[in-house]
């Protein structure tokens, strides 16, 4: 894994927010979540190889700086990465770049003594696939964000909750606890029954003491969205949402562009899993998710408060700006 004073990506930000943003080096340690000696080593590592020198400039294989300051701007976010897109991309390269870049930056903000939760769906899973390692000895702790009793089908891969805390775990090298219940319950009163069991109450104590949570943005209108796939919802009352406004989930928690879940509240309500108050008061958010289809499930998972790191790939990034544009 390459050091961190070698990421152009991170020298042009820390150099671009010192010299452009006015902002002190204090500030930067917390934005990106460095120590105060690494913000100064990058702010010289950025004099010494170019990046600084009347102004800060791009260096030549990184071309979307000011987008993702645009997106941080505008919608108040505490981070945007932005990986190319390529024309001849599969959606497997839209995966696999968007998961080395999730990689890299988990291995930046974790610190020892972390809790994280984990939501479920191939892009998390394909986080711990990457060819990258992780070097760092940590206490981590991975904590699965709903239930994820496994349902799996004798084949197909496995994208529940509990088994991506697993996996994290092996990949970065820390611990995990499992949450031994169904994600969607049919009835509500059944749920609130079932988390009156003392053996359930451990899992809520993890959830107030996350760090960081790591979640895949998924749109309701794809086909083989992983919410069918693993027996969640049928597609006809996926459909009846999609007509209902919904854009997108996080965390099993639907939504429509202005981030409002109400009008899903029949099915969300029903999942065992994190509350969306606790979820908005976790330090740092993360939402994943590429591709021009994606950009209002991105949208309204910013403004739900799900996420407030967000990570996607150029022509979702664009899309997103312009239909901004259009609303205003």
């Known amino acids: 894994m390459k050091k961190i004073i070698d990421d152009k990506r991170l020298i042009y930000k820390c150099c671009s927010l010192y010299y452009n943003h006015r902002m002190t080096q204090e500030k930067i340690c917390k934005k990106l979540g460095l120590s105060r000696a690494t913000v ?50 599969t959606t497997y390269d839209r995966i696999e770049r968007l998961s080395d870049t999730a990689f890299d ?7 020892s003594g972390d ?27 991975f904590v699965p964000m709903f239930g994820g009793v496994s349902q799996k089908r004798t084949g197909r891969e496995d994208v529940q909750s509990n088994h991506i805390a697993v996996e994290f775990a092996k990949k970065f090298g820390g611990d995990y606890v499992q949450f031994l219940a169904p994600a969607v319950f049919s009835d509500e009163k059944v749920k609130k029954m079932f988390l009156k069991e003392e053996s359930m109450k451990y899992i809520y104590d993890y959830f107030s003491k996350l760090k960081i949570v790591v979640m895949g943005i998924g749109v309701p209108n794809i086909s083989g969205t992983a919410l069918v796939t693993e027996g969640y919802l049928d597609e006809e009352k996926l459909n009846e949402f999609v007509e ?13 562009i202005d981030g ?40 309204g998972a910013i403004t739900s408060k799900s996420i407030n790191v967000l990570i ?17």
């Not at 984990?118 to 998390?124: A, S």
């Not at 976790?282 to 939402?287: F, L, N």
């Open 40 to 89: 100064s080593r990058l702010l010289e590592a950025g004099r010494e190889i170019g990046i600084v020198q009347i102004q800060v400039v791009n260096p030549s294989d990184f071309n979307y700086g000011e987008m993702e300051q645009q997106l941080e701007e505008l919608y108040g976010l505490k981070d945007v990465m932005i990986v190319e897109e390529q024309p001849l991309d």
């Open 105 to 111: 930056y988990l291995c930046r903000r974790m610190k």
């Open 115 to 141: 809790f994280i939760g984990v939501t479920m769906g191939r892009t998390l899973l394909h986080i711990t696939k990457t060819k990258k390692e992780y070097r760092e000895n940590r206490d981590l702790l």
């Open 244 to 256: 209902k406004g919904a854009v997108g989930d996080a965390s099993l928690q639907f939504y429509n």
């Open 260 to 299: 409002d879940t109400k009008p899903f509240d029949e099915f969300n309500k029903r999942v065992v899993g994190i509350q969306r108050e606790q979820l908005c008061k976790v330090e740092t958010r993360i939402g994943i998710g590429g591709g021009k289809k994606k950009a209002k499930a991105v949208i």
């Open 312 to 328: 996607t790939d150029s022509e979702c990034a664009i899309e997103i700006l312009n239909y901004e544009k259009m609303r205003t």
